[in-house]
C-alpha cells in the first residue's frame, strides 16, 4: 500500500471523514472530539444510550469541518481516506487547558500547536501510514504559521500496546520524527515537542 496523499479535513471531505470513522465514530464514538469539548459535553461514555452514543460528538466534528475550521489531516491510498490525524492551534482544543495530565506550563505561549490523535483502520496500521502523518501534520503546522508543534504520547518502551491506549502516538516514533521528549512538569506524561522554522 503506498500512500497517494494527505489533505486537510475541509468541508467537501466531510463525508470522507465520515466514512473513515464508521458507525464507532473512530475511538468509541469520540468522533476526535475528546480533546476539543468540556468533560460534560463529551457524549461517548457508556453510560450513553446506545441509540444516540456519540451523536453529538459527530455532529460538533460535523459543524467544525464544514464551518471551515480543518480539525485534522485524512491520509489517502489508491482506495480513498486510510488515515486520521487531529492538528490544530492549541487553543482549538479545550481540554488541554483543563487536564490535570497534560496542562501547558505556559498557556499563552503563542504559535504552539498541539497534535492530540491518529486513527488508523485496523488492517491499514503498522504500515507507516501514522508516520506519514505525522510528517503531514509538519508540515501542515508550520505552514498554518506555528512555531512550535506539541504532542502528548505514550511511552511503550519500544513494545506493543493496544491501538485505543496509543491514540496520541508513541515516544517512538515523534523521537525518530526529531522532537524533543521531556516530562510534564505536573505528571508523569511525556511531552513532544518540535521547532518549527518557518520561511
Known sequence: MSIVSIEPATAERW?????????????????????????KDH??????????????????????????RVPGLLAYDEDGPC???????????????RSRT??????????????V???????????GVGSRLLDG?????????????????VDTAGGRAPSAEVYTGTVEMFRRA???LEGHHLSERVVARLELKTE
Open 15 to 39: 463525508y470522507d471523514l465520515e466514512n473513515l470513522f464508521g458507525p464507532t465514530g473512530a475511538y468509541g464514538h469520540c468522533w476526535c472530539t475528546f480533546f476539543r469539548r468540556r468533560a
Open 43 to 68: 457524549t461517548a461514555s457508556i453510560s450513553c444510550d446506545r441509540s444516540t452514543r456519540g451523536l453529538d460528538n459527530k455532529e460538533e466534528l460535523r459543524r467544525l469541518t464544514l464551518d471551515g
Open 83 to 97: 488515515g486520521w490525524v487531529s492538528v490544530a492551534p492549541r487553543e482549538d482544543f479545550i481540554r488541554l487547558s
Open 102 to 115: 497534560l496542562r501547558p506550563a505556559d498557556p499563552n505561549e503563542p504559535g504552539v500547536w498541539s497534535l
Open 117 to 127: 490523535c491518529f486513527w488508523l483502520p485496523p488492517r491499514r496500521r503498522r504500515r
Open 137 to 153: 501534520a509538519i508540515e501542515y503546522a508550520r505552514a498554518g504559521g506555528a512555531r512550535v508543534l506539541e504532542a502528548y504520547p
Open 178 to 180: 526529531g522532537f524533543t
